[in-house]
């Protein structure tokens, strides 16, 4: 009997060592893995630099909590804004996706408060779009533009609504005197592999100065090379400037981190939008710890000095080159962006047992070939390999994938 609150429907495997793109179970089973505990992975497993940047802080300081200065989260801070955002701003570190985005919101609050409606009442309303995910918190589930992660935990934090992603129309439609900021995911990941089009990010930037409102970017999937450039959004239209960004999954390549980032962008006369978040507003108790930060300033300088983003690419045109050429009748499609990939399932043709979603039983017959992939919705499969996944793990990868779909066509 598990002592474990069973809010997971687990795959059957107890995975208990990992190399690389390569994990073990607890009977030596050796499988790929495209999962990456959810995009978290991004140097694949145990890579000797992150473990050797958290052997060598661990020996040194853990923790000592952010009432001192803490030098590693100044230099993790300086990277971000200097030489990815490349747009002037200060950050927060956190744990989680989760409790980035709670930072954005309380964020929006703030602002609603210091630039409110005509008729002077503070403004609050956040955007965001269905199939959305922002996490498992009051805020991030309010956010969040599906029903099932907020069922029965009612009554929720008011002040949010949700608009058909991709549709500039009903956006603009949308806005009203309340709202105060747009939330999107710039590739929906949870939601089953969505990419924003250009022409939508250019569209929501525009509305948003028009009525001034908060553009937040939720990186917490897409960020930090898993699309590619460190900032997806910039893959898609890079000229454009959000007011602010979270992210979490990728930046520890495994270990526990969180942050977001606020523009220093004036919203009034000698007022930056960062300085709304001031002494006593916001605080975490382990958010930004030496450990946490060495370990993220070793992933992104692997991420960097690799030139992973070029890996990425390559990799991307791989697997979309690969699995269009089956011409498989059980795949609709290839959508994603870099390394963020989702595939099309023909759910109709598919033979899936009684009351299983398409997805997961894929899934779980890919693990039984060797091969880790999670579901992002009921009839999408997402391939999120490492960073550094090599051409030929790829290659064994799709491989498996290949036999697998085949195994599931309709005998007939
Ligand atoms: C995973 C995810 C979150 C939540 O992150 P946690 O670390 O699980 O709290 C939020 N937003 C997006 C886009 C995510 O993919």
Known sequence: MSHILQTYGRFPVTLVRGEGTRVWDDAGKEYLDFCSGIAVCALGHSPPVLVEAISRQAATLIHC???????????????????????PGK????????????GLIKTARRFGHARPAADGSPRYEILSF???????????????????????????????????????????????????????????????????????????RELCTQHDLLLYF??????????????????????????????????????????????????????????????????????????????ALAVLGEI??????????????????TITSWN?????????????????LNTSLMTVPEGKLPSIHLS?????????????????LRLLPPLNVSADEITAALKILKNTLDSLLPTA
């Not at 956006?171 to 929906?188: D, N, R, Y």
């Not at 000095?305 to 045109?317: F, Q």
């Not at 060797?370 to 009839?379: E, H, K, N, Q, T």
């Open 364 to 380: 779980a017959e890919l693990l039984q070939n060797g091969l880790l992939a999670p579901p992002a919705g009921p009839s999408t």
């Open 218 to 295: 939720d990186e917490v999937q897409t960020g930090f090379g898993r699309c590619g450039d460190p900032m997806a959004w910039k893959e898609i239209a890079p000229e454009i400037e959000p007011d602010g960004i979270s992210w979490a999954k990728g930046l520890g390549g495994g270990f526990p981190i969180g942050a977001f980032w606020l523009a220093d962008r004036e919203i009034d006369a000698g007022k930056a939008l960062s300085s709304l978040m001031n002494p006593g507003s916001h605080g975490t108790t382990y958010g930004g710890s030496p450990l946490a930060c060495a370990a």
């Open 304 to 321: 960097s000095d690799r030139r992973l983003d070029a890996n990425v690419r390559e990799r991307a045109a791989q697997v979309r080159e």
């Open 328 to 344: 498989h009748p059980l795949v609709t499609g290839v959508r994603g962006l870099g390394l963020l990939l989702g595939v099309g």
């Open 91 to 102: 950050v927060f570190f956190s744990n989680s996706g989760a409790e980035s985005n709670d």
């Open 130 to 204: 269905t199939q959305s995910f922002h996490g498992r918190t009051l805020g991030g589930i309010s956010a969040t533009g599906q029903d099932k992660v907020k069922e029965g935990f009612d009554p929720l934090p008011g002040g949010f609504r949700h608009l058909p992603f991709n549709d500039l129309d009903a956006l603009a439609a949308a806005i009203s005197p309340q709202t105060v900021a747009i939330l999107l995911e710039p590739v929906q990941g949870e939601g089953g592999v969505n990419v924003a089009t250009a022409e939508f990010l250019r569209g929501i």
């Open 65 to 87: 909590c952010n009432l001192y200065h803490i030098p590693q989260q100044e230099e993790l801070a300086r990277r971000i804004v200097e030489d990815l955002v490349k747009i």
